[in-house]
T-cell receptor, first 112, second 113 residues
Framework: GQSLEQPSEVTAVEGAIVQINCTYQ??????LSWYQQHDGGAPTFLSYNGLDGLEETGRFSSFLSRSDSYGYLLLQELQMKDSASYFCAFPSGSSNTGKLIFGQGTTLQVKP | KAGVTQTPRYLIKTRGQQVTLSCSPI?????VSWYQQTPGQGLQFLFE???????NKGNFPGRFSGRQFSNSRSEMNVSTLELGDSALYLC????????????FGPGTRLLVL
């Protein structure tokens, strides 16, 4: 089957660094996406790893290891506004498909 | 560019009724995907439409259906509503060639009583 696992909750303090892990199971893997969703809001795209390695976008970085079926999202210099749910996801069926399979989400709570 | 819009934003229905939700994608985007989000099941894929054709389908009963118009706007319909259909329904648009990058609308929150 197809599935993604990520921790349900993570807590960190403002200014710190936090890593949200995601392991996945699927055949025909094309890459891993990350989305952020604030309470009551829509998911917003953060990053995509189509190849192994690290992708950096400002304070956020995402990593993928295909051999380990594993990826993570790294958030640096945490701010209160980073408190949100974070989802890893992969396209299912083909690389350009609009069918994303999502993990259950990790709720990040940033404390002062 | 204007973002993805969904109407209505909130809806209350009773069991047995049917509902139609609407989604307007980002201009130029040809793919529209629909997801159901609930606290227990998370984000689950319903279906994707690309160039007016259903390109992908999730594991939902036939009561859930959709369509896409020539201007890429999409509608989804749920017939014979059940209490368990209460959820946030999200649509997302993408170019059609980069499905990993989807832009979500604000969602329609459906409550079935």
């Amino acid at each position: 089957g197809q599935s993604l696992e990520q921790p349900s909750e993570v807590t960190a303090v403002e200014g710190a660094i936090v890593q949200i892990n995601c392991t996945y199971q699927t055949s025909g893997f094309y890459g891993l996406s990350w989305y952020q969703q604030h309470d009551g809001g829509a998911p917003t795209f953060l990053s995509y790893n189509g190849l192994d390695g690290l992708e950096e976008t400002g304070r956020f970085s995402s990593f993928l290891s295909r051999s380990d079926s594993y990826g993570y999202l790294l958030l640096q210099e945490l701010q209160m506004k980073d408190s949100a749910s974070y989802f890893c996801a992969f396209p299912s069926g083909s690389s350009n498909t609009g069918k994303l399979i999502f993990g259950q989400g990790t709720t990040l709570q940033v404390k002062p | 560019k204007a973002g993805v819009t969904q109407t209505p934003r909130y809806l209350i229905k009773t069991r047995g009724q049917q509902v139609t939700l609407s989604c307007s994608p980002i201009s130029g985007h040809r793919s529209v995907s629909w997801y159901q989000q609930t606290p227990g099941q998370g984000l689950q894929f319903l279906f994707e439409y690309f160039s007016e054709t259903q390109r992908n389908k999730g594991n939902f009963p036939g009561r859930f259906s959709g369509r896409q118009f020539s201007n890429s706007r999409s509608e989804m319909n749920v017939s014979t509503l059940e209490l368990g259909d209460s959820a946030l329904y999200l649509c997302a648009s993408s170019s059609g060639t980069e499905g990993e990058t989807q832009y979500f609308g604000p969602g329609t929150r459906l409550l079935v009583l």
